[in-house]
């Protein structure tokens, strides 16, 4: 059983997605400041990564965001977060965002949701880490990208064990009893190597 202080939640942020994303995102921010889990996550006020602030501030958790310079520019910050740290780049974003947790959640998003997930799933891959990681298939909207990893292990470019490098759940309230099913981490993070 994995023990959780923080959970990095990767997601969009944009405004104009599926209405219902932005509630099931509020909701987890509510779930994890209810579990005393801190959120870390990408630092904007925007899209589901506002909505998951916004609940977890709003249920008195702690909330880490992490954002880089050029993105703090252009005013997405989150003011209210426990703490917003802007960084150089968004290397060093998403090396402090893996630091600072302890599991990983991809809830909806785009281009940017799927970058911060294969690169912790290649990590995993290459041993670098084995904190869990949750697929949240919110009404199938990850049923391409499922697919998609399928392909490439039956096209022999992965082996069928990657699978094993994370869950999927179709609920946001079967994120965290996942979360907590999954083994302890055995292998020290080494950002050395990252």
Same mark, same amino acid.
């Given at each position: ?11 969009? =942020? ?25 959120? *870390?996550?990408?630092?904007?006020? +925007? ?16 909330? +880490? ?35 600072? =947790?302890?599991?990983? *959640? ?26 869990? &990681?949750?697929? +949240?298939? &919110? ?8 697919? &998609? ?11 069928? =064990? ?6 999927? +759940?179709? =609920? ?23």
């Amino acid at each position: 059983m994995t023990k959780l202080n923080s959970v990095c939640v990767y997601c969009g =942020s944009s405004n104009d997605g599926n209405p219902s994303h932005r509630t099931d995102a509020n909701r987890f921010g509510g779930q994890l400041a209810a579990a005393g889990i801190a959120l *870390v996550y990408g630092g904007g006020r +925007v899209g589901l990564m506002g909505a998951v602030a916004d609940g977890a501030i709003a249920g008195g958790g702690t909330v +880490v965001g992490i954002i880089p310079e050029h993105l703090m520019r252009a005013e997405v910050g989150h003011g209210q977060v426990t703490e917003l740290h802007v960084v150089p780049s968004m290397h060093v974003r998403k090396e402090m965002m893996f630091a600072r =947790s302890d599991a990983f *959640v991809i809830l909806p998003g785009g281009p940017g949701t799927l970058d911060e997930m294969f690169e912790i799933l290649t990590w995993r891959q290459l041993g670098l880490h084995d904190k869990p &990681l949750v697929i +949240v298939n &919110l009404a199938g909207y990850w049923d391409g990208l499922i697919a &998609l990893i399928d392909g490439i292990i039956a096209a022999k470019y992965a082996r069928p =064990s990657f699978r094993a490098f994370y869950t999927v +759940v179709d =609920s946001i309230d079967a994120v965290l009893p996942a979360l907590r099913a999954a083994p302890p981490a055995r292998t020290p993070p080494q950002p050395e190597k990252l």
